[in-house]
């Protein structure tokens, strides 16, 4: 095991907790009271609402002058201001997955501007991506990002942008979780 793979479960624990869960396309997830994000790929749970598995990895469509500006503003996780946080699975279809490695970044970064509309919510949004794909789980991405309450009015035009774009003709299923730290 690395320290590469969590887990997002989804039940009665951890200091995070939900507000709401949207099904934006295809099938949504039940509504847990709690998430607790965990090391390691662990196994679903009887007791448990679900388990969302990921790994996070290298880049795969940065260019080096991206990866520069994004290093150099972007900030972490667990800032204490960032009491929000957004928890949205994606899967993308077939027709993604069967484009050369090119033709995907010419639709994420060429036509949809994922990055460069990204970046103008940095430092505000500080965010983590997981690859679940390769681990045969429901969804493709496991994304997680984290604002402080003033900026979810910001978030929220973030993902209306992306949304709006034709990367997201892609995607045939995304669940949007909206939570909160530390919350009784
Ligand atoms: C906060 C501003 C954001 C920035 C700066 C940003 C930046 C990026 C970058 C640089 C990548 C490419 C990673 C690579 O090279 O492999 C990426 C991928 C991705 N982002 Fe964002 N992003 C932002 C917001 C979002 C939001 C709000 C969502 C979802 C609701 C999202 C979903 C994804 C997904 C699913 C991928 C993987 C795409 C793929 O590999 O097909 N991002 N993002």
Not at 34 to 63: C, E, F, H, M
Not at 69 to 92: D, F, Y
Not at 97 to 107: E, G, K, L, P, Y
Request: with cysteine; glycine share 6%; aromatic share 8%.
């Amino acid at each position: 095991m690395n320290d590469r793979m969590f887990s997002f479960i989804g039940g009665t624990e951890g200091p995070w907790r939900v507000e709401r869960v949207m099904a934006v396309k295809g099938d949504t997830l039940a509504k847990p009271a709690r998430v607790k994000i965990a090391s390691g790929l662990i196994p679903d749970a009887t007791d448990n609402t679900w388990t969302l598995r990921g790994v996070t990895s290298n880049q795969r469509y940065t260019t080096q002058e991206e990866n520069k500006k994004l290093v150099s503003v972007q900030e972490g996780l667990n800032r204490p201001e960032a009491t929000c946080a957004a928890l949205i699975p994606i899967r993308k279809n077939a027709a993604w997955w069967a484009m050369s490695q090119d033709q995907r970044r010419d639709i994420l970064e060429k036509h949809s501007k994922h990055i460069e509309i990204g970046l103008r919510y940095l430092p505000a949004i500080a965010r983590k991506l997981h690859h679940s794909r390769d681990l045969g789980e429901p969804f493709d991405f496991i994304t997680w990002f984290e604002f402080a309450p003033t900026h979810t009015h910001e978030f929220d035009e973030l993902l209306h942008a992306l949304r709006a774009s034709e990367e997201w003709n892609y995607i045939d299923r995304e669940v949007d979780i909206r939570l909160v730290r530390g919350v009784a």
